[in-house]
């Protein structure tokens, strides 16, 4: 709970910054490559929340990593977020300024889970019928799961629409197994 209200306040602190200098989409680019690359080098990430090292130093690594791909205020951003002990926490800001600007350019990203890989037409067909019933730009991310049998699962923010076939023998199942042996007209044969 705590990490999510910490996430909130400086992903809109950081928000209100790149809205203030017209540069939202260019901000959110840019902190998507920073969370990429610090989530995918171990190095890097434990030289960031290295109890041994100082602040100077790790502000000073991460300066000569991004330098040239960060604005100055974001990379001013993430150095506040090393003087606070936060930055830990870039992952979450990031996913929370990231919904701050999917709702500031009125964008639903959707993720489709699906037992196979959906052709390029029906993904078209589901994004056209998504943006028609949302009233929004819809960014399909998908994901297959081949034990869903068929049909899909949609996961949009924290609503989740499981269409799937797995979904619905799990619930004939729980009904199956709710019901009396004697209500399903089967004779047993007790010869």
Known sequence: MLRNQ??????????????????????????HEIVNVVNSNDELKQLLNHPKLSNDQ????????????????????????????????LQAIYQQFKKLVDTQQNRLEVQVISPINLSEKYQDKLKLKLEDTTKK??????KVQPELLGGLILKIGDKVIDGSLLNHLKKLENTLKGLEVSKLGVKIDES
Do not use: C, H, P, W
């Open 6 to 31: 910490v996430a909130e306040r400086y992903a809109q602190a950081l928000f209100d910054l790149a809205m203030e200098d017209k540069a939202l989409e260019e901000t959110e680019n840019q902190f």
């Open 137 to 142: 730009e819809v960014a399909l991310k998908l």
């Open 58 to 89: 790790k502000k000073e690594t991460l300066t000569k990593v991004f330098e040239k791909e960060l604005s100055n205020y974001l990379m001013n951003f993430i150095k506040i977020l090393i003087d606070k002990g936060r930055v830990d926490y």
